[in-house]
């Protein structure tokens, strides 16, 4: 199936303003939203606002966290563009290659410890209560 974009001089009204935002954000408009854009334009823009209020947000989590997070899920549910995309902004929000590493490093650890728990059935005995304040 070929994926349809809506391209930045295609953009008219509402959409040709949600491209605007996006780049001043991005230095881009990448093809993700110009994908969904192409389907339907709140759609694009509906996404645009859950970026803008949890990773464009300053929050408890600074935005390379965020981006290394984004990017280990994106590995996890076999996204390339999201795997690439999510590793190229945490870089520009400063991850450097060993961050990356560590980043990956932790992730194949935890899968392979995920598999032998579940595989396992171990019951957990390790919970948010043990912790006191």
């Not at 509906?46 to 209020?53: A, D, E, G, I, L």
């Not at 929050?59 to 965020?66: E, H, I, N, P, Y």
């Amino acid at each position: 199936m070929e994926c349809k974009m809506l391209e930045e001089e295609q953009a008219t009204g509402k959409t040709a303003e949600l491209y605007d935002e996006i780049r001043s954000k991005f230095g881009m408009v990448p093809n993700f939203f110009k994908a969904q854009a192409a389907v339907d334009p709140d759609w694009a823009l509906n996404n645009w606002v859950r970026v803008k209020q949890i990773m464009l947000k300053e929050g408890a989590l600074d935005r390379k966290t965020k981006e290394l997070i984004a990017m280990v899920v994106a590995v996890m549910t076999n996204c390339q563009y999201c795997h690439l995309a999510h590793k190229t902004m945490a870089m520009m929000a400063g991850a450097t290659e060993e961050e990356l590493n560590e980043t990956a490093m932790i992730m194949e650890l935890f899968t392979s410890f995920s598999s032998i728990a579940s595989s396992l059935e171990v019951p957990c005995d390790v919970t948010p209560a043990m912790v006191k304040s």
